[in-house]
């Protein structure tokens, strides 16, 4: 199975902060590479696929970047709707695997 | 809009059997990958399964493998997941996803005696 390995996993930033998580595989994954986010109690939202594709509605403050086996999530300038926990995916090869999640929390 | 909504959840005693189904709208179902991703209480997301277009492609994460079994009825726009041999560790909240796309409401599956 591929690994993917999120840092940090953990994160406090301020409202207007530029953010960056990274996504780590433990195989070149190509760009078969989504970035999924979380808030508490609710279910997760796609928001990049293809590594780089932003899905549609999502803000252009987010963007992935990356291919092979690093990938990177940045939100440009954090919005107060934006703390939530950021999950990677790879769709190379089934088992389709998550990261760990990272939590992006109110500093 | 595309719209996934996941049903059937419920308390089920170990060794049990529930299935699970997602009915689909606002997109052409057919051509889509389709999966069940879950998350047990506190935890992170886990996927299960997926299915092809058309079902001649399956997935299963080991841990479900002989266990689990996903299918896809394209005239009802619908997704299945038949769960038996239920075992505690399957506790969890059980989402539809699309490919490139949305994911469900999930609907919760608690196996306990």
């Known amino acids: 199975d591929i690994q993917m390995t999120q840092s940090p996993s953990s994160l406090s930033a301020s409202v207007g902060d530029r953010v960056t998580i990274t996504c780590r595989a433990s195989?070149?994954?190509?760009?078969?590479l989504s970035w999924h986010q979380q808030k508490p109690g609710k279910a997760p939202q796609l928001l990049i696929y293809?590594?780089?594709t932003l899905y549609s509605g999502v803000p252009s403050r987010f963007s992935g970047s990356g291919s092979g086996t690093d990938f990177t999530l940045t939100i440009s300038s954090l919005q107060p709707e934006d703390f939530a926990t950021y999950y990677c995916?790879?769709?190379?090869?089934?088992?389709?695997?998550f990261g760990q999640g990272t939590r992006l929390e109110i500093k | 809009e595309v719209q996934l909504v996941e049903s059937g959840g419920g308390l089920v005693q170990p060794g049990g059997s529930l299935r699970l189904s997602c009915a689909t709208s606002?997109?052409?179902?057919?051509?889509?990958?389709m999966s069940w991703v879950r998350q047990a209480p506190g935890k992170g997301l886990e996927w299960v399964a997926n299915?092809?277009?058309?079902?001649?492609?399956?997935n299963y994460v080991d841990s479900v493998k002989g266990r689990f079994t996903i299918s896809r009825d394209d005239a009802k726009n619908s997704l299945y997941l038949q769960m038996n041999s239920l075992r505690a560790d399957d506790t969890a909240v059980y989402y539809c996803?699309?490919?490139?796309?949305?994911w469900g409401q999930g609907t919760l599956v608690t196996v306990s005696s």
């Open positions: 606002g997109f052409t179902f057919s051509s889509y990958w």
């Open positions: 996803v699309r490919s490139r796309g949305a």
């Open positions: 195989q070149s994954v190509i760009t078969y």
């Open positions: 299915i092809k277009q058309g079902g001649s492609e399956k």
């Open positions: 293809a590594a780089s």
């Open positions: 995916q790879q769709t190379y090869r089934a088992p389709d695997t």
